[in-house]
């Protein structure tokens, strides 16, 4: 077995002097986070799978996501960018909104596969609001983009291995000034 938390079954035979041990199932973490030193650490836990805001946080740095994990932002906002990498394949973000006033763009999916942006509002002062490179990326629900250069850019950087790829299943609002995808 994987190192981790389980659910387990003990069952003794007293007659035998033994004991036996079932595993019944994984146990899935949920974490409820209110600030970003949670946040982080609600992160960097493997054993949590759903991280839950129940406030808006501001963060000093990029959130980097690079493990498959689903935040459900409940109305609340990130305020700086996020970057979900190479490693962070089947990441889920739900009804958050991300604000940047970086050199970034509000969202950035690096070279990965299974993201789902369900809800999102993405929002970048300097550059795009999304930009999908090399990536699969699916989007449900309503997402909003508000990006310095216009909503979401599509493309394959130098290096990246993946094919980008984007479904657009639901609602694409583009409050920006520029182009909504290019």
């Known amino acids: 077995a994987m190192a981790g938390d389980y659910k387990v079954k003990l069952t003794s035979d007293n007659a035998k002097g033994s004991f036996t041990v079932t595993v019944e199932s994984d146990v899935k973490s949920e974490m409820n986070v209110e600030n970003a030193s949670q946040l982080k650490a609600a992160l960097g836990n493997k054993a949590v799978t759903t991280i839950n805001l129940k406030a808006d946080i501001e963060l000093s740095e990029a959130l980097e996501i690079n493990r498959a994990v689903t935040i459900n932002g409940n109305g609340h906002s990130l305020d700086k960018n996020v970057v979900i990498g190479s490693q962070g394949k089947n990441v889920t973000l739900n009804d958050v909104e991300v604000k940047n006033n970086e050199n970034a763009y509000a969202v950035q999916v690096y070279d990965t596969y299974g993201v789902t942006l369900n809800n999102v509002t993405a929002t970048s002062s300097r550059k795009g609001a999304i930009l999908i490179n090399g990536s699969t990326v699916k989007l ?43």
């Open 140 to 182: 449900t629900g309503t997402t909003t983009v508000d990006g310095a250069w216009g909503g979401i850019e599509v493309s394959k950087g130098v290096g990246v291995k993946g094919m980008p790829e984007l479904t657009v299943e639901g609602t694409l609002v583009n409050n920006s000034d520029g182009v909504v995808l290019w």
